[in-house]
């Protein structure tokens, strides 16, 4: 049941900040980055000072912009508490959810997250995976490298276990990729500015058969940061406050060297179902109450799988869901900003400072009417971070 | 030819399958306690967490568990060698395992999820060391 979120001892998301999206940049990664933080400082009314706990990904930051960087070139002389999270996908949106927590027992009064990349000027993020000994030694020979052999793989044992045509297949992967185009025509700063119909979708050749070109996420340089504070800290009280009221966290026996190929269920992600259940069940928010959802997309086999895992559909029904139709417009719009496919590849983090514009009612062109809860899903993997986020 | 491309399998943990497969056997490890056969190695079983386990000859044989035609090359030293399949079998002696391979002596529109197939061993793509590679299974199509 809805009930009334009581803003005093809650998270609230009181400030976001978004870098310049774009393929390539000419400001390095660090301008980036400041960029980033100084626009959630003003867009939180807050002073570099006030910052009491910096929060970062783990296995990204700590050798393209590690805290103690953020920290000097910001100004965050007040900072007591710092954590980084080395979980991949997952990294931001746990470092909310532990931001969320330290804030609500009063330990700390503004967290920073932040999160930047310039791989699109730099190189694509595929070699990431060859710190996994099994990977060099016994994937890669064969040629097994990059990301989306994985999703590739994944799609095509989807189809096979619940009975799709391969045509089936791409045209429900093909709609992920043209209603995600769709919504990023509707967001002033995602890289994708030209429209994509299903036909110019099902035209373009295989880059890892069942995936297409429009399949993969953008390469991106960019950065955002989100600013977490106790409802007593959040200077705006003239605009809607957007509460953490629920998230959940869960992850699998299994090693991130071995999800991917080994995946005892290869073609459903168990932590992301378990991660969804606990975050709704601590927000006391059902699936059908949410407004939109801002769902991991690196590939577009993945959002498909984190869909059923939240339950908007049963598993093995995702490719009949999303035919149907997920942009803004539809009962429950997938990545309104256009996700990692249209809007910029940021592993995510974008996700969370969209969800927090749609709950503003900030938006402009792509918002979603009326929005007062949404779920944010990180990522497909062993493990799995659930985010609801609501407007009070 | 595709030049070579790591040369790394000096690890204790990894190399004995290579080792094994330099003698044309396929191995797996295999616990010793509760005799499942997993998938990469670790240091304990991933079933009961035994930490007795040992390298076993498997039957190298298995079903076409999924794959993939790789039309673009995501390494430039893979330049030269797309398209080419990639397959992921799952051994008859290891229901659960997921190798990661190759398959010869198909073409990709005959290529269908189910399919038995039998090892045999050459360097694949991207390597020169011999390894197990596959071939459908003539006997059990």
């Known amino acids: ?247 959940g966290y869960a992850a699998d026996s299994i090693t991130d060297e071995s999800f991917f190929s080994q995946n005892p269920l290869f073609t459903s992600l168990p932590s992301a179902h378990r991660s969804a259940a606990l975050a709704l069940s601590n927000a006391g928010v059902t699936v059908e109450q949410l407004d939109f959802v801002q769902a991991y997309d690196c590939f577009t086999p993945s959002p498909l799988m984190q869909l059923e895992a939240l339950g908007v559909c049963a598993p093995g029904a995702g490719i009949e869901y999303v035919t149907a139709g997920t942009a803004i417009g539809s009962d429950l719009p997938l990545n309104t900003h256009g996700g990692s496919l249209a809007q910029c590849y940021l592993l995510g983090i974008n996700h969370i400072s969209e969800a927090v514009r749609q709950l503003r009612g900030e938006a402009g062109a792509g918002q979603v009417k009326n929005a007062s809860k949404g779920a944010v899903m990180m990522a497909p993997g062993r493990d799995h971070v659930t985010l609801i986020l609501e407007r009070s | 030819m595709p030049t070579k491309r790591l040369d790394k399998s000096s690890d204790a943990m990894f190399q004995p399958y290579y080792d094994a497969a330099a003698e044309q056997r396929f191995v797996l490890p295999q616990c010793g306690s509760c005799g499942h056969r997993f998938w990469y190695p670790q240091t304990s079983c991933p079933s009961c967490l035994s930490l007795e386990w040992t390298w076993r000859d498997t039957k190298p044989q298995g079903r076409i568990f999924s794959w993939t035609e790789v039309h673009h090359p995501f390494n430039e030293e893979l330049t030269e060698t797309v398209p080419f399949l990639v397959v992921i079998v799952e051994p008859d002696e290891a229901p659960g395992v997921h190798l990661v391979s190759s398959v010869r002596g198909i073409e990709p529109g005959e290529l269908r999820v189910g399919l038995p197939v039998v090892a045999t061993f050459a360097a694949p793509v991207w390597s020169d060391h011999m390894l197990p590679v596959f071939e459908i299974d003539p006997a059990r199509v």
């Open chain 1, 1 to 247: 049941m809805a009930q009334t979120v009581n803003t005093s001892k809650q998270a609230v998301i009181s400030g976001t900040g978004e870098s310049r999206f774009s393929r390539r940049s000419d400001a390095p990664l660090a301008r980036l980055q400041l960029d980033a933080i100084n626009a959630a400082l003003t867009d939180a009314g807050l002073e570099p000072g006030d910052i009491d706990g910096v929060f970062t990904d783990g296995s990204v930051m700590p050798v393209s912009f590690p805290i103690d960087v953020a920290q000097t070139n910001a100004g965050l002389h007040g900072v007591r508490r710092v954590g980084q999270f080395a979980t991949g996908g997952t990294g931001t949106a746990l470092a909310v959810m532990e931001a969320a927590k330290a804030i609500r027992q009063g330990d700390l009064h503004a967290a920073l997250i932040y999160f930047g990349v310039d791989w699109g000027s730099s190189q694509p993020p595929y070699s990431f995976h060859d710190r996994y000994r099994a990977k060099v030694l016994y994937e890669q020979p064969y040629g097994y490298y990059g990301q989306a052999l994985y999703f590739a793989t994944i799609a095509r044992r989807y189809a096979h276990e619940y009975g799709y045509t391969m045509d089936q297949l791409a045209r429900g992967l093909g709609q992920i990729a043209v209603d995600h185009r769709a919504n990023a025509l509707l967001n002033s700063n995602a890289q994708q500015s030209r429209s994509l119909d299903l036909d110019t979708y099902l035209a373009e050749g295989m880059l890892a058969d069942p995936l297409r070109r429009y399949d993969c996420c953008l390469q991106s340089d960019g950065a955002v940061a989100l600013i977490l504070t106790s409802e007593e800290f959040n200077s705006h009280k003239d605009r809607p406050a957007v509460v953490v009221t629920g998230a």
